[in-house]
């Protein structure tokens, strides 16, 4: 196949290093990457034990469809610890996302129906009236942070409200998931306590406990009368899954919506074009989800393997930057521009493969009603100080602080 041969630079040549967390590359990673895809392919460095980056499409697909010698057990690369790593035990009962076949195929088949495109269609009418609802609060001001005043609301509150949790909630999960995922400015005790697991556990045991006194049609009690292999799940794979399914999609939606926005407020072409004509808006969601993918995942090598030259090793870690495959002009002609109607759009932002995002459904209808909402009242728009605008660090790419001045 195309992945292993062909024209290949020797090793040697293949020096380069990176350090994804370097504040430059998450300022702006795509120059980053189109100047690492076409003299090193598959980069390495020497954190976490020893890790590669493949940027270039090929490579990206060819790992994400190889099971067998990448294994998902490990999706976030958090570990700083020398390597070789040694492979985590194989685990059984795990969500989808850290599964492998076969048991992955049973933890996917059991979610599916909670996430079809129709069951993702009557969150709808919610999504709408909670994007309204943040656009009134903020209404009349002439400056609004489109990422703390609404994106990051949105994905949380529907899937709050999709688990049937109270509303009011809502914080306590915010504040979790930052913990987990988010690199930030605070010592590790502080991280510590803010993603603590313990509290987490607690209060689903307490939703848990709630909805089996007293079933309800959400998406809790859908898991508890749910089968896999001809069971009931076990409390902890319940709460496992919950778990699941706020960190895959809040920060991952938040960040779609924000970097959407913000590509708005700085194209004011195509901001007026999409404004003026919403029936772009499919096709436009399509080419914002592919240029601004906010999803980098990661593997572990399981069995050593070849990939664009280079001779990866059991226990590697691999970053997996879907971000990149989408702006290979190998695979999208003129990838680096966002065109609003691209009709063939067969992007990687959710994923390739088995694991490919079980919330896609949802993630786009957010991410559509987000911006009709937010066009419908603010039609003009732009940065209000580029100074303030702050990215997230780490595998999830998007604004956190991203203040908009609205034009009248
Ligand atoms: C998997 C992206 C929103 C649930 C994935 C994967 C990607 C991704 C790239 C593949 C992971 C891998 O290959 O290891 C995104 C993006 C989103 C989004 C870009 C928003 C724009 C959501 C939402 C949910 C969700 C809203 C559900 C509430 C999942 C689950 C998986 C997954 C359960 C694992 C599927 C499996 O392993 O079979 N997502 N996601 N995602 N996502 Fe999303």
């Known amino acids: 196949g195309g992945v292993m041969s062909g024209k290949r630079a020797p090793v040697e040549d293949f020096a380069t290093d990176f350090d994804h967390t370097d504040p430059t590359w998450v300022a702006d990673p795509y120059a980053i990457w189109a100047d690492l895809r076409g003299r ?13 980056l493949p940027v270039r499409h090929a490579e990206v697909a060819a790992v994400a469809y190889d099971t067998e010698h990448f294994t998902s057990r490990s999706v976030v690369m958090s570990e700083v610890r020398p390597g070789p790593h040694d492979l985590p035990a194989p685990i ?20 599916l129906p909670a996430f079809s495109p129709k069951a993702v269609a009557a969150y709808e009418p919610y999504s709408r009236r909670l994007c309204r609802e943040l656009l009134d609060a903020v209404d009349g001001a002439d400056e609004v942070d489109a990422s703390v005043d609404f994106a990051r609301h949105i994905p949380l509150r529907v899937i709050v409200r999709m688990l049937g949790f109270p509303e009011e909630d809502a914080d306590v999960f915010r504040t ?18 803010r993603a603590d697991e313990a509290v987490m556990e607690q209060y689903m045991d307490a939703r848990i406990a709630e909805h089996l006194a007293e079933p309800r049609d959400d998406l809790t009690s ?42 708005l407020a700085t194209h004011p072409e195509d901001r007026r074009r999409l404004a003026a004509d919403p029936a772009l808006m499919d096709t436009a969601v399509e080419e914002l989800l592919r240029a601004y993918a906010p999803v980098t995942m990661a593997r572990l090598v399981a069995k050593d393997v070849e990939l664009g ?33 691209r009709q063939v759009n067969r992007h990687a932002a959710f994923g390739l493969g088995i694991h490919r995002c079980l919330g896609s459904n949802l993630a786009r209808m957010e991410l559509r009603v987000a911006l009709e909402e937010w066009l419908a009242r603010f039609p003009d728009f732009e940065l209000a100080d580029p100074d303030r605008i702050t990215w997230s660090a780490g595998q999830i790419r998007g604004p956190r602080v991203l203040p908009l001045r609205i034009l009248r």
């Open 176 to 193: 979790f998931i930052t913990g987990v995922l988010e690199d930030v400015d605070e010592s590790a005790e502080e991280r510590q306590a």
């Open 309 to 341: 030259g280079r001779q990866l090793k059991e226990g590697d870690w691999l970053l997996l930057p879907f971000p990149a495959a989408n702006r290979d002009p190998a695979m999208f002609p003129d990838a680096d521009r966002v065109v609003l109607d």
């Open 92 to 111: 059984g009962l795990a969500p989808p996302i850290t599964s492998d076949p076969p048991f992955h195929a049973l933890a996917r088949r059991m979610l």
């Open 40 to 52: 090193c392919p598959v980069a390495h460095t020497d954190r976490y034990g020893g890790a590669w």
């Open 222 to 263: 859908f898991l508890l009368e749910a089968e896999l292999d001809g069971h009931k799940l076990q409390t902890d794979h319940v709460r496992g899954t919950m778990v699941l399914l706020l960190i895959a999609g809040i920060d991952t939606t938040w960040s779609a919506i924000g970097s959407s926005l913000w590509h």
